[in-house]
Nanobody, 123 residues
Framework: VQLQACGGGLVQSGCFLSLSCAASRRTFSNNGVGWFRRAPGKEREFVASISWNGGFTSYSDAVKGRFTISRDNARNTVFLRMNSLKTEDTAVYYC?????????????????WGQGTQVTVSS
């Protein structure tokens, strides 16, 4: 499975961005999908995840209430809507397909990873 993450860019604090992650294969629809990020000089961290049918979602405390993850299995695509962006949200954002249908929060539960898209939030 190949993943293409798009939608990153440079925005001002308080603005929004929407990321998308498109998968190359139909099997995407049977698996959970997650978003992670890596800020400069920091470890990769969990952002959000969604189960195979969208029925269950998880968010990190840092983004809860501001970010929304969703999916469209007919289009093999997962989205991450990021509202009220803060400078600390600046990072490379990666999407990943989980080993199972659930929405895990740890990287070891994911099998396929996209190439990442840069999100930069200025003050």
């Amino acid at each position: 499975v190949q993943l293409q993450a798009c939608g990153g860019g440079l925005v001002q604090s308080g603005c929004f961005l929407s990321l998308s992650c498109a998968a190359s294969r139909r099997t995407f629809s049977n698996n959970g999908v997650g978003w992670f990020r890596r800020a400069p000089g920091k470890e990769r961290e969990f952002v959000a995840s969604i189960s195979w049918n969208g029925g269950f979602t998880s968010y990190s405390d840092a983004v809860k209430g501001r970010f929304t993850i969703s999916r469209d299995n007919a289009r093999n695509t997962v989205f991450l809507r990021m509202n009220s962006l803060k400078t600390e949200d600046t990072a490379v954002y990666y999407c990943a397909v989980a080993l199972k249908s659930i929405a895990p929060v740890v990287p070891s539960e994911y099998r396929y990873w996209g190439q990442g898209t840069q999100v930069t939030v200025s003050s």
